[in-house]
């Protein structure tokens, strides 16, 4: 009779596929995964914490190193988060270059993921291929706001500085050539056999568990669910554009690819149509309370000087209460929570990440795969492990 018992295996927190220091201890029963247990916290900096210890504006540089591949994002969820407990309108200028900002950063994205997964399961040309287009955008962050990884270009109110007519222009010219090299892709992976035995079939989840593990973006998408912030409850510019939702049907991996590729069109579409209608006017609400005043007047006025002073020594005075504002991120919906008391600073700040969400249905997406799929399943949910721990 033969002997059998189970396996425990730890892979990371320092392995080449998790993308960071992830540790995940399996138990197998031969090569299959009977659980797998999540051990997350080695990237800890108490970013949480350390909001609550600077204004509202000196936060804005602690984002960017919470997804450091897409730090644009995280500025835009948090300033949105404190708009929203100041009740500020953005001028409609600003709206329209922060949703280009964001659709820009969604592609980098999602280029960043299909790259790194398609390496992963071992068809390096994509990751070429898709760096070579990444490339482009992020010299399009370093002309805009001088850092390609670290930008903190969105502001408070608006954004730190206006288009010129270069930048429009290189956009212009990079989602004209950009679908034909989507196409490329696609012609690598979309029928190859290696990638369809690796990518279909693998950690399904239907779209009644995705919602109750509190999933999102192409993750729960990818399962047939039509829920997309940006549509559910519209801001920046996108109730004036047209475009649409891409699902997929049977909840695999290769879906939540398909669905990433199709929102790489869906957002050219976007850009394209912001561009077109971009409204004249000014890129920071007339709030001075809450705006900083620009360089130019605190070098030529004191009181303007006086008045920077006091904004990043002891901030802007706020309302009493709390607020919740989700955006929706190329991984999810990425949120924060403020709890303010008055003062110039968050009494409370919670962030929720959508990297962290989705490693809560990790066991129950790899549970019955193989150990060799486990790469596979991280790649699935696009984590990064600086917003993921925080």
Same mark, same amino acid.
């Given at each position: 009779m033969l002997r059998t018992e189970e396996l425990m295996l730890n892979m /990371? $927190?320092?392995? $080449?596929?998790?993308?960071?220091?992830l540790k995940v201890v399996l138990e197998l029963e031969g090569e299959r995964i009977m659980k797998a247990t999540p051990v997350m916290g080695f990237l800890h900096r108490g970013v949480e914490k350390l909001a609550e210890d600077g204004t509202y504006h000196q936060f804005i540089p602690h984002t960017d190193r919470l997804d450091y591949v897409c730090a644009m994002y995280n500025n *835009?969820?948090?300033? %949105?988060?404190?708009?929203?407990?100041? /009740?500020?309108?953005?001028? +409609?200028?600003?709206?329209?270059? %922060?949703?280009?900002?964001?659709?820009?950063q969604r592609i980098i994205g999602h280029l960043f993921w299909l790259g790194t997964q398609a390496l992963d399961i071992g068809a390096m040309t994509v990751f070429f291929y898709t760096f070579r287009d990444r490339e482009e955008l992020l010299d399009f962050f370093d002309k805009l706001c001088g850092a390609r990884l670290t930008t903190s270009w969105y502001r408070i109110g608006g954004v730190e500085r206006d288009f010129t007519q270069d930048?429009?222009?290189?956009?212009? @010219?990079f989602i004209k050539t950009f679908p034909p090299k989507i196409?490329?892709?696609?012609?690598?992976?979309?029928?190859?056999?290696?990638?369809m035995a690796r990518t279909r079939g693998i950690a399904v989840i239907s779209a009644e568990d995705a919602?109750? *593990?509190?999933?999102?973006? +192409?993750?729960?998408?990818g399962s047939g669910v039509e829920y997309d912030l940006r549509k559910a409850e519209p801001y920046g510019a996108y109730a004036d554009v047209e475009w649409s939702v891409p699902i997929g049907t049977n909840g695999d991996t290769y879906d939540r690819y398909w669905v990433r590729i199709e929102e790489l069109k869906e957002s050219s579409k976007i850009i394209r149509q912001c561009l077109d209608r971009l +409204?004249? /006017? $000014?890129?920071? @609400?007339?709030?001075?309370?809450?705006v900083a005043p620009t360089k130019d007047r605190v070098f030529n006025n004191l009181e303007s000087m006086i008045m920077q002073f006091k904004f990043f020594s002891v901030g802007f005075p706020t309302p009493k209460g709390e607020i919740y504002c989700g955006t929706e991120a190329h991984k999810g919906e990425l949120g924060f929570y403020i709890v303010s008391n008055g003062? /110039?600073? +968050?009494?409370?700040?919670?962030?929720? @990440?959508p990297s962290f969400i989705h490693m809560g249905a990790f066991d129950y997406m790899s549970r019955g795969y193989m150990i060799a799929d486990i790469v596979t399943i991280f790649g699935t949910y696009d984590i990064v492990m600086g917003e993921c721990d925080r």
């Open positions: /990371g $927190p320092q392995h $080449p596929s998790t993308h960071g220091v *835009f969820a948090y300033v %949105r988060a404190v708009e929203k407990l100041m /009740g500020i309108t953005v001028p +409609p200028r600003a709206e329209y270059l %922060r949703t280009v900002v964001a659709e820009v930048l429009i222009d290189q956009l212009y @010219a196409e490329e892709y696609n012609v690598l992976l979309e029928k190859n056999r290696i990638w919602l109750s *593990f509190g999933l999102s973006g +192409p993750t729960l998408r +409204p004249d /006017g $000014p890129i920071m @609400a007339d709030v001075p309370q809450v003062e /110039g600073k +968050p009494y409370r700040l919670k962030i929720r @990440a």
